[in-house]
T-cell receptor
Framework: NAGVTQTPKFQVLKTGQSMTLQCAQDMNHEYMSWYRQDPGMGLRLIHYSVGAGITDQGEVPNGYNVSRSTTEDFPLRLLSAAPSQTSVYFC?????????????FGPGTRLLVL | AQSVTQLGSHVSVSEGALVLLRCNYSSSVPPYLFWYVQYPNQGLQLLLKYTTGATLVKGINGFEAEFKKSETSFHLTKPSAHMSDAAEYFCAVSGDNAGNMLTFGGGTRLMVKP
């Protein structure tokens, strides 16, 4: 199993550009989520999905869109990038089960918005 | 509402010394608590978790944590630090009934001196 994979590893954008961060998992996990990591703030939940066709907002959803057309994939879209979106982005997945299920994290995408 | 506070953004110990990383939480429902570790330029991996049952939880690499409801704490300890323990550590709480919102603390960077 590859686990949770993310592409690209690193990206530089100009303000106003759009891009999609890719996330895929091969563990048949129902729940997938996106976090951003900023120094001193830990990880903050952007969006999550409990299954194909179902998404919901997390703590910091503004400026980001998601969709979930398959169990395996959960892309994160930045429609018009802003410097405040410079961050490291992590995708995670887990079984739906109970809230005690372990989340598995991808290696991250480092995004710089100029 | 749920939140996590990690006291000390940086902790430095000597090799062989006790490691103590502090975590306090708030939760409106019985909490499920997690400690994750992040090595440089990598994603997060689970160290240990508390869901129900025994309040002293043992994890990987010799770490353990004790859930203390009266103190709303879940401190992480290891009797003897090793150089390979140098990393950033995150405490997290799943404090909503559905388990869809995992809230992280700000993280503690552990440095181990030879």
């Amino acid at each position: 199993n590859a686990g949770v994979t993310q592409t690209p590893k690193f990206q530089v954008l100009k303000t106003g550009q759009s891009m999609t961060l890719q996330c895929a998992q091969d563990m048949n996990h129902e729940y997938m989520s996106w976090y951003r990591q900023d120094p001193g703030m830990g990880l903050r939940l952007i969006h999550y999905s409990v299954g194909a066709g179902i998404t919901d907002q997390g703590e910091v959803p503004n400026g980001y869109n998601v969709s979930r057309s398959t169990t395996e994939d959960f892309p994160l879209r930045l429609l018009s990038a802003a410097p405040s979106q410079t961050s490291v982005y992590f995708c995670a997945s887990r079984l739906a089960g109970t809230r005690g299920e372990t989340q598995y994290f991808g290696p991250g995408t480092r995004l710089l918005v100029l | 509402a749920q939140s996590v506070t990690q006291l000390g953004s940086h902790v430095s110990v000597s090799e062989g010394a006790l490691v103590l990383l502090r975590c306090n939480y708030s939760s409106s429902v019985p909490p499920y608590l997690f400690w994750y570790v992040q090595y440089p330029n990598q994603g997060l991996q689970l160290l240990l978790k508390y869901t129900t049952g025994a309040t002293l939880v043992k994890g990987i690499n010799g770490f353990e944590a004790e859930f203390k409801k009266s103190e709303t704490s879940f401190h992480l300890t290891k009797p003897s630090a090793h150089m390979s323990d140098a990393a950033e550590y995150f405490c997290a709480v799943s404090g909503d009934n559905a388990g869809n919102m995992l809230t992280f603390g700000g993280g503690t960077r552990l440095m181990v001196k030879p």
